[in-house]
C-alpha cells in the first residue's frame, strides 16, 4: 500500500523558517520523482518545486525560488522542503507527490498546514 505522510507544518511569523518531511512507502522511492504543491483557501493547488530520483536537478516555482530548498534522502524514503524567509503568502497546504515515467499513477499526500501570520 502506498503511502506518503508529509509532517513539519505548523504556524510561523513572517521571515521564519519551517523544514516539512515526506515518508513514503509502498513504492520503490528511488525510482519516483517527487514534487511539493500547495494549495491555499479558494485557490487552485499550484506546484511549488520537484526533485528528480537521484536528486540531480531541482526546479523551483518562481514564487519560491531562493527561499525554498527541495531535497531528498533516498536511505530514508524521505523528501524534504526547507522553507525560509516565510511570507504570508505561502500560507497552504503543502503536499508530496511522487511521479514516475512508468507508473501511470500519481501518488499524494494528505497534506500539511502552514500558515505565516504574525
Known amino acids: 500500500q502506498v503511502q506518503l505522510v508529509e509532517s513539519g507544518g505548523g504556524l510561523v511569523q513572517p521571515g521564519g523558517s519551517l523544514r516539512l518531511s515526506c515518508a513514503a512507502s509502498?513504492?520503490?522511492?528511488?525510482?519516483?520523482?517527487m514534487r511539493w504543491y500547495r494549495q491555499a483557501p479558494g485557490k487552485e493547488r499550484q506546484w511549488v518545486a520537484g526533485?528528480?530520483?537521484?536528486?540531480?536537478?531541482?526546479p523551483y516555482a518562481d514564487a519560491v525560488k531562493g527561499r525554498f530548498t527541495i531535497s531528498r534522502e533516498n536511505a530514508k524514503n524521505t523528501v524534504y522542503l526547507q522553507m525560509d524567509s516565510l511570507r504570508p503568502e505561502d500560507t497552504a497546504v503543502y503536499y508530496c507527490?511522487?511521479?514516475?515515467?512508468?507508473?501511470?499513477?500519481?501518488?499524494w499526500g494528505q497534506g500539511t498546514q502552514v500558515t505565516v501570520s504574525s
Open positions: 507527490n511522487a511521479a514516475s515515467s512508468g507508473d501511470p499513477t500519481q501518488y
Open positions: 509502498g513504492f520503490t522511492f528511488s525510482q519516483y520523482a
Open positions: 526533485i528528480t530520483p537521484g536528486g540531480g536537478i531541482t
